[in-house]
């Protein structure tokens, strides 16, 4: 059976319906009239000031989560992205590596050729191939021979020194003795005031002999040739003094010569050809014998 | 075959100890390997073989060190000699004894050259140093075990080839052969 409005009730539901719809229109009104001008009134604000901290919350969530989002998706390709990398580092690093090493030979280059034009004597460059693999002998091999013009008894030097004398050549090739050799005996002095003697290596470094007790040598002080006997010009660095020892016995001093050549570090020598063109002069002089 | 072999094995092992060993650290040492191959022949290799391997190992170290040429050959001779009379028919063959005998060779080697410079060349060597020798005989003691192990293996390799060809060849020989 059908329930019957009653019909008290609905009058008052219709005054209530009135009553908000006229509270929603004054409110309308009431907005419209402050809003009226273009001025941000009293209840723009108080609407702004509502609205704010609410925005501001899910801006902060969804920036939040945003982020998240971006990380999680940013970690797919980081493994990918890492292994890319690592590979240009490595390349990278590759690349550094040979131009240092490119760098270091250039710096090389620079001195030598420096030397060169420094130096008046003709020379010829020469590429240590081999050395000698005995304790007993300090010999190196160089990749010039006879073909090059290269003749035993020419002086081997480079930027930092007297390296040694060309003792055995073949066409291609030939041995030099390293200056340090205990056969080796070069006229020398020392540079600061001119006193003289006779170096000697010792298989490792040098010892300056036949220097007078009263002689005035010092440690650090430098050594060079004498440029007697015509091999050396005067001059051309040896080493510098490391120790000085003078015994109360006899007439000389115990002088240790460091030399200005790391002997085991020679790559390239200049072999003065000085000895051949004086050989190349006194064939040209010499008069022929006929038959 | 073997010979051949043996003479690359050298001309190789020379080539290397003046070009890339002298970059090894002093501590390390330059271990003598022409030395250990010279010992190694002396045991293996026949009296006429072995010498002229030996001369031919002297001459090659000659060319590469030295001063004076003939003194590499004749220590490279007498070491091949040396140890050839004293292993034969006696118990220095043994095995236990080849790697001691490389020392001990070694070092009376270099003090027989020491005395001979310094007797027909004084002042040409530098001056005597039992911390290098002892220390270079030690690290060569070392890399003897290793190189008698390389170096037994390849004259056992190429051995074992030679004598199966000769059987081969020996039957090709007599396949056709009519007997009397």
Known sequence: ?????????GKKRLAVRKVVLLLVLVCCLVLFAASFGGRFGLFHQLTFESLGPAQKFFTSISSGVENIWDD???LWNIRDENQRLHGIVDQLNGKLNEYTEA???????????KFKEKESFPSITAQ?????PSYWFQTIIIDRGVNDGIVKGMVARNE????GQV?????NYAKILLANAPSSAIDAMVQKNRVRGILKGNGQHYVLYYVLKNADVAVGDRIVTAGIGGIF???VPLGYVSAVRKKQRGMFQEIEVSPSVDFQRIETVFVNMTEKLKWEVELQTQPLIGP | MLFVVFFLVAFFLIVAMTTFFQLLPDWLGQPDFLHILVVFSAYRFGWAAGLVFAFSLGWMLDVVSGLYPGTYPLQSVLVFASIKLLSENSPLKESAYQIPLVGISYFIAQMGFFFFYSMTLPGTLPPWSWNKIVQDTLILLLAAIPSFVLFGYLYDFFNKRKVIHKVISKRNANQFRRDQ
């Open chain 1, 1 to 9: 059976m059908r329930k019957q409005n009653n019909p008290r009730e």
């Open chain 1, 72 to 74: 999680y998706v940013a």
């Open chain 1, 103 to 113: 760098y270091s030979i250039y710096l090389g280059l620079i001195e030598k050729l």
């Open chain 1, 128 to 132: 240590v191939v081999g050395r000698d």
């Open chain 1, 160 to 163: 930092n020194g007297v390296v």
């Open chain 1, 167 to 171: 003792i055995q050549v073949s066409s």
């Open chain 1, 233 to 235: 010009p005067s001059g």
